[in-house]
């Protein structure tokens, strides 16, 4: 497993269709967009204020006044278009936005994520997350499965939360999970991966039905 | 009617304990005049109010390393360490908002309303010392509305009137801010003799005085 | 991708009993082509959200002589007096609501906020069965999110990916309505290869059919 | 007397100042524009989506699509641009709008205003009225001092509020009337009418004090 980001990057793509609008966090979600076939329209939104997201700028197309929400220099696509953040907050808080991709520091069995904040550690802020997770249509986590061999899929967060019960979807470099009123639902793992090591690495319970091999 | 003004009408608006909005969004579209000119008085125990805390040697976080800054009201602080360390010293509060609720409350307040009800932040500690108020089966935090003292703003190009629209992602905040303060600057590129009534995002009506980059300031 | 759709396209979207927010004001930039196909279509029962009841032969009016409304929820019915013949005959239900009110309530919906506190209506008529609010020592009027089955707007242009502008007093209700419902059509008189991103007022993603004018519909 | 609404626009007109943003109801309120000095820059809304109302065009200036709040044909001054409804009674209802004129059905002396409703017989609709008398900074009602003889500022509204105690200045063809904490200040009166025929023909009480002569 040389690359978990790119396993993981690319699995997230698969979970997107034709005509989906899709805002991708900063940090590892942003690899997916490398990942979506050419052929599909998928229109990416960054929620300082744009749809229509494009590939990153030559050094000459560089425009300091085009960056997504991470700061860093972007293109705008044909049929893109830029609006103010009460528009880009109203699109996602609004339920317009299909697919969200974001990070975790811990995510349960219950869907609920925490991503912000470690307390007398490391507070960066929520930023947008909070009204992504709790606005988009689908919330898909996109994280490595452990923080250094410390489980990140937990029976229950400890950190505060980002949202509660908003997940729907865990891709990992080992596994796809499902989060189901039931419970975390293991859906697919990767083909090195045998779904003991997954039980393993995974604090939260884990129901195991059909488990199919994740395309890598 | 001229909106045209210069610095010293601009420090002249300056006071220390006041709370002042300024757009940008990672200084992205944040008036970088108005914060040197800010520097530069050296008004203090100021509230600013701004999407996040920008850098240290840029946009709102310029502020921050002058000690000029009591309170700052933002959603992101991750790209200035120096925020983060002067909250741990004590030295500033900083308020942690939902980037979409912080944009909503600054509309609120323009648009005269007392607040809005957001699904975002249930069941967070973003919910404390909130009202919940049920709407059709569904609870939702009472955020109200928030106004400042100034707004700062940067815009591409305003026409005679102070009409003003905005270049891509410097848009952000801006046009909100406009709209909730008491006095609003707008620090523009470029001035033009008209704009297409169709296009104009900030009407010249919230616009209190103009700022175009290279005037002679002083 | 396609969202340019034909006539059969909408008729089939027609069902008794929805509820259609139709923009426009006193019939300016109301898609009267939508209008004249929900009158052949003779779908009964239904609730329409518009500022106002049209006239008699113009806008949502055509809709109410044509015995198709149940309930409308507007602003102001005074040009239509068939309108409030109906509301006393009992033919018809009509809800008042001020005109910045309803346009909140539709913002709201679009926008995922359960709602709004207003000071408009505070003791009147308007506050009856509705929570009040104090924020700051001031009453505010808690006003539900309000969104629809369809959304009917009209716009001046499309690009090809269906990004919007409007033309004159013509947009008034029609950007905020293209928020809040399951479905949005939109008439449009021109289609245009590209748009400035710039300029776009409501973005292509809240879109769902485009029908052009003069486009051969039958 | 020949033209009390002329009389009552023209006073009107004398409450603007340079730079205000003014908002005139349908009706009466609308004849102010007349009387605003060239010279002076006011702006005048409507809140169906626009500031810079100018004159009515000719035949050949028309556009279907630009009208004023009372579906009449107006035309776009330099520096006029176009808005949505939101945003429109944002600028209404935030405070943005300094001077609002409208007419009344009644207005008391606490300075409440019923404008919109006659149950069972009249039932127009408040349109932007209620939202226009809360936000404006100044509420001017311009009115005929009576309907047909009978009293149109009482004591007490009968008819439904436009609004509870938003009314700062009332202007009829007899007088000028000022709404304050301690009631009705009696500030102007036409030439021709006496003080006493203004209190006859007024319900509410009225506090008389220096009352000036009307410019008209």
Redo the contacts between chains.
Sequence with gaps: MINPKAIIAARVAKELS??D?VNLGIGLPTLVANYIPETM?V?LQ???????LGPTPTDAQI???????G?QYVT?K?????????T?????????VDVTVLGALEVDQEGSLASWIIPGKL?????????LV??AKKVIVATTHTNKGKPKIKKRCEL??????EVDMIVTEMAVIEVRSDGLHLMERHPDVSIETIIEQTDAALIIGDVKIMEV | MDKFIDKSTFLAALHDGQSIMVGG?????TPEMFIDWIVESNVKDLTIIC??AGFEHRGVGKLIANNQVKKLI??????NPDA?KK?SQGALT?E?V???????Q??AHGAGLGGIL?????????EENKQKIIVNDQAYLLEVALGADLALIEARTSDAYGNLV???????????MATAAKHVFAYVHHVVKQLDPEIV?TPHIFIDGIVQKEANHD
């Design positions: 034709d005509g609008l329209n229109f960054s929620e300082n204020g744009l749809i229509g425009d300091k006044n085009l960056t997504n929400a700061a705008l044909d049929g893109g278009m830029f609006f103010d953040s009460a880009s907050f109203g699109i996602i808080r609004g339920g317009h507070v960066p802020g929520m930023g947008g997350a909070m009204d709790v606005g505060p939360l980002t949202a509660y019960q | 969004f990672m200084a992205v579209g999407n996040d933002a959603s992101h602080i991750g790209l983060g909250m900083i942690l939902p980037q979409g609720t912080l944009a909503e600054i509309r957001t699904p975002t932040g249930i069941k967070t500690i973003v905005y270049d891509k992602t410097a848009r952000n905040f801006n046009p909100i995002v």
